[in-house]
C-alpha cells in the first residue's frame, strides 16, 4: 500500500512558475514510476509528466515539454514537478500517482496510487 499527498498548488499569473511536491509512504517506492496528470473542468485528466522507477528516465507531454521538469527524492520519498512559464491553459488539478514498475508512462491506468489532488490556477 501507498499513500500519495501532493501539494504546492496555488495562484499563479501567466510566467509565474510553481513547484509541486508529492510525499510517498509505503515500502519499495523506488520500485514505483511516479506520474503527474492533471484534469481540467470539462475535460478528461491528461498526462503531464512521469519520471521511471529504475534508472530515473523521464518523458513529459508535448505541452509541458521545455517549461516542466520532474525529479524525484528517495531518500525523502518525495517527487517533485516544477512548473515555470506558465499559461492559463495550465490550469488545472494536479495529481501524483505511483504505478508499480511501470513502464507505460502516459496511461493512468498503469498507475495503481493517486494523490488527492492540488489546483493550479494562472490567470492571464
Known amino acids: 500500500q501507498v499513500q500519495l499527498v501532493d501539494a504546492g498548488g496555488g495562484l499563479v499569473q501567466a510566467g509565474g512558475s510553481l513547484r509541486l511536491s508529492c510525499a510517498a509512504s509505503?515500502?519499495?517506492?523506488?520500485?514505483?514510476?511516479m506520474g503527474w496528470f492533471r484534469q481540467a473542468p470539462g475535460k478528461e485528466r491528461e498526462f503531464v509528466a512521469a519520471i521511471a522507477w529504475g534508472g530515473g528516465g523521464t518523458s513529459f507531454a508535448d505541452s509541458v515539454l521545455g517549461r516542466f521538469t520532474i525529479s524525484r527524492d528517495n531518500a525523502k520519498n518525495t517527487m517533485y514537478l516544477q512548473m515555470n512559464s506558465l499559461t492559463p491553459e495550465d490550469t488545472a488539478v494536479y495529481y501524483c500517482?505511483?504505478?508499480?514498475?511501470?513502464?507505460?508512462?502516459?496511461?493512468?491506468?498503469?498507475?495503481?496510487?493517486w494523490g488527492q489532488g492540488t489546483q493550479v490556477t494562472v490567470s492571464s
Open positions: 509505503g515500502r519499495a517506492l523506488s520500485a514505483y514510476t
Open positions: 500517482a505511483a504505478g508499480w514498475k511501470n513502464n507505460n508512462y502516459s496511461s493512468p491506468g498503469r498507475y495503481d496510487y
